[in-house]
């Protein structure tokens, strides 16, 4: 689980192109939206696509639901995980 979440890192910095962030910066409980990260919707959009474009793996569910996958580098991995196993 932590090589995915070093990968999530990495393809956070550079799908978003973040350059004042490298990835190590990231602690994987940080929230990457708003407080954390600072990251906004659009952020959001493009992340969404990078995960989509590498993994292979669409996030889908209500609002809330991939509010809540993506609240964290480890709770996206988490999800990625689980949907690798189905």
């Known amino acids: 689980m932590l090589d995915l979440e070093r990968e999530l890192k990495e393809l956070i910095v550079s799908a978003l192109n973040l350059e004042?962030?490298?990835?190590?910066?990231?602690?994987?409980?940080?929230?990457l939206f708003v407080e954390g990260l600072g990251l906004d919707?659009?952020?959001?959009?493009?992340?969404?696509?990078?995960?989509?474009?590498?993994?292979?793996?669409?996030?889908?569910?209500?609002?809330?639901?991939?509010r809540a996958i993506f609240e964290t580098v480890r709770t996206l991995a988490r999800y990625l995980k689980r949907q690798e196993s189905n």
Not at 20 to 27: K, L, N, R
């Open 20 to 31: 004042d962030v490298a990835p190590e910066d990231i602690d994987s409980d940080e929230a």
């Open 41 to 66: 919707s659009i952020d959001g959009l493009e992340l969404g696509v990078a995960i989509r474009k590498k993994y292979k793996i669409k996030v889908q569910g209500s609002k809330e639901e991939i």
